[in-house]
């Protein structure tokens, strides 16, 4: 399995078990997703607020869940941040 295989294996696999196989991820999963997995490379992952307010911004649909490609949306996020941040770029040179 190569690195990337593995990356997007972890991502699903990350989102099943924190869904508890569901479709979505309720708040309470979310918001240890986000703790525990994002920590390291998000900032204020343990201010319950911030995780909520990501959460609703994520949440296009507004059911209050996040679904598997709203966290889709998230993944590509951060890693866009971290792209940007690990190459010297920003939003603005284009």
């Known amino acids: 399995m190569t690195d ?3 990356a997007i294996k972890t991502v699903v696999t990350t989102f099943i078990s ?5 479709d979505n991820l309720d708040k309470k999963g979310f918001q240890k997703l986000v703790s525990k997995q994002l ?3 998000m900032e204020d992952t343990n201010s319950s ?7 609703r911004g994520l949440d296009e649909n507004n059911d209050g869940k996040v679904s598997f490609q709203e ?6 996020y ?13 939003a603005d040179a284009s």
């Open 49 to 55: 607020s911030a995780v909520e307010e990501l959460k």
């Open 4 to 6: 990337m295989e593995a």
């Open 71 to 76: 966290y889709l949306s998230l993944i590509g």
């Open 39 to 41: 920590g390291g490379i």
């Open 18 to 22: 924190s869904s508890k196989g569901k």
């Open 78 to 90: 951060v890693a866009n941040s971290l792209s940007q941040s690990k190459c010297g770029t920003n």
